[in-house]
């Protein structure tokens, strides 16, 4: 069993910044993938951004209407990922999800989310 808890989120202006991050349990988080989800009010849950699991070189992914602005990035001794917020827009507001994918195949397991809002 594997528990998240993320952290960081806030009321922010457009153009802000935030980081989250997102504490995780278990002996073996460097072999974990790692991402970040999003609801918008309203809508469906949403893909975000990914880091591979850790040791040697990881890969990152990121949706497109984020891409230049977020940065995804893990810290394996402290079993933490971290979604640093660039340029935020009102767009991005939504809770945000820190999920684990640790069999290599789905996100098994997911946060209690944090709120994120950025105004105008």
């Known amino acids: 069993q594997v528990q998240l808890v993320e952290s960081g989120g806030g009321l922010v202006q457009a153009g802000g910044s935030l980081r989250l991050s997102c504490a995780a349990s278990g002996r073996t988080f460097s072999s974990y993938t790692m991402g970040w989800f999003r609801r918008a009010p309203g809508k469906e849950r949403e893909f975000v951004a990914a880091i591979s699991r850790g040791g040697g070189s990881t890969s990152t992914y990121y949706t497109d209407s984020v891409k230049g602005r977020f940065t995804i990035s893990r810290d394996n001794a402290k079993n933490t990922v971290y979604l640093q917020m660039n340029s935020l827009k009102p767009e991005d507001t939504a809770v945000y999800y820190c999920?684990?994918?640790?069999?290599?195949?789905?996100?098994?397991?997911w946060g209690q989310g944090t709120q994120v809002t950025v105004s105008s």
């Open positions: 999920a684990a994918d640790t069999y290599g195949s789905i996100w098994e397991y």
